[in-house]
């Protein structure tokens, strides 16, 4: 480790992440953030780190140590981890390495996504895109397979994967709210609003999950399961980090967040129903049939209101829209096909933690 | 409401194109025997296509039958 060579004193790390590095990159980030910053800006350690990271990733999508690198770079703006120094969110070396595994994720999803031709600019043929989009035949289903096949091993893993972005639902699309403005605003406030219970605690979607964990029987402790889900899984909450942290790509979290609401309540049905087939009642299903009904409603507001606004009152982000709204799509895609294909080959969706 | 002013929260019914109705405002959903239905949201969505399986309300069905409004 180059712990020294910035002369910050590095506690255990094991004391403040609840996982182990994934390579040199994420061990560089982990060593230092388990510090106190000093006064010092750390920055030729980490830049080498994230050089020879980015020059060694056959894709930055799936690399496990720079998606852990960029979890954990998120985390510090989210409060993902108690024990790091909140006086470590803004150092100029950090933002400037979240900067640089953001500019090349972006580029390489903006390389393999195929974006729709752009529509006029108008609510309407903005939100028939999407539906176009969203409605688009995927291939096999994760929603079918947990409906009618999965075991009560691989529901647990569904779950935990799902925990990483779902337990703090809502909250990357939130960072869009003061990037937008007027009826735009006001449409993802509606959504938002939704997501967060409506200002009752128990009702805030986040929780309903953590209740669903707990009576599955799991730990509902935030980034309790991180060691186990791959890059994959993380990458699918940082494609939505970095939409939400950075104003320039605002008309992409909306896409994102249109693509997301669109393809929702189907599935949510479909989940649910995998639950109660092993027996479990509302305690397990409640989070997903409330989705059912809230994503109907959201689902309406994200393409015409969010998202066929946005384009027709800056019709410049048009392109955004549709980028964020097709990332989604894949990225959530390859996650769950990640899940798919582990299960029908007879193996477990998670990894096991060095 | 009685008057042509409406007050700020009066319900609001707006039909989206291919989809449910979406309702805002303050509005109460009664079943037949005219117990309230809880909704659940301050917004919420009706079925217009008649497959949703929680009617009233939407369930995101309609884009399975390719429910479509034109006209409207």
């Known amino acids: 480790m180059t712990a020294t060579m910035h002369a910050h004193k590095a506690p255990d790390s094991n004391a403040v992440f609840p996982m182990t590095p994934r390579g040199p990159l994420s061990a560089e980030l982990m060593t230092l953030l388990s510090s106190t910053p000093d006064g010092t800006d750390p920055t030729t350690g980490l830049a080498l780190a994230i050089e020879s990271a980015l020059d060694a990733a056959a894709s930055i999508t799936r690399d496990e140590d720079i998606q852990l690198s960029l979890f954990i770079l998120y985390g510090l703006h989210y409060g993902s981890f108690a024990s790091v120094s909140a006086d470590w969110e803004w150092q100029p070396s950090l933002v400037a390495a979240r900067t640089a595994l953001e500019r090349a994720f972006e580029a390489e999803l903006r390389s393999t996504i195929a974006v729709p031709e752009l529509p006029q600019p108008t609510r309407d043929a903005v939100a028939q895109t999407l539906s176009a989009l969203t409605s688009a035949e995927g291939g096999p289903s994760l929603s079918r397979y947990v409906a009618s096949k999965a075991t009560a091993e691989q529901l647990g893993e569904f779950l935990i994967q799902r925990s990483i972005y779902t337990l703090r639902e809502a909250d990357p699309h939130s960072w869009a709210i003061p990037r937008l403005t007027g009826r735009v605003k006001a449409a993802l406030v509606e959504i938002q609003t939704d997501e967060y219970g409506g200002g009752r605690v128990a009702r805030m979607h986040s929780e309903i999950f953590a209740t669903t964990m707990r009576s599955y029987g799991l730990d509902a402790r935030y980034g309790h399961y991180l060691p186990d889900v791959p890059a994959i899984t993380l990458a699918s909450l940082n494609v939505m980090s970095m939409f939400g942290l950075n104003r320039r790509l605002r008309g992409a979290i909306v896409g994102h967040l249109a693509a997301f609401e669109m393809t929702s309540s189907i599935p949510n049905g479909l989940y649910a129903r995998g639950f109660r087939r092993l027996g479990h009642g509302t305690e397990v299903t409640a989070y997903f049939d409330e989705h059912v009904a809230a994503d109907a409603v959201h689902e309406q507001i994200a393409a015409h209101d969010l998202a066929g606004a946005l384009a027709e009152d800056q019709p410049e982000l048009l392109g955004d829209i549709l980028f964020g709204a097709a990332a989604c799509l894949e990225v959530d895609g390859w996650a769950g096909n990640h899940m798919l294909e582990s299960w029908t080959a007879g193996r477990s969706s998670l990894r096991v933690d060095q | ?72």
């Open chain 2, 1 to 72: 409401m009685t008057t042509p002013e409406r007050a700020d929260d009066a319900a609001t019914i707006t039909p989206y194109p291919d989809g449910p109705l979406i309702v805002r405002g303050d509005f109460q959903i009664l079943a037949p025997d005219g117990e309230p239905l809880p909704a659940g949201r301050k917004t919420v969505a009706l079925c217009r296509c008649g497959v949703s399986s929680i009617k009233p309300f939407c369930d995101g069905t309609h884009k399975l039958v390719k429910f479509r409004t034109e006209g409207d």
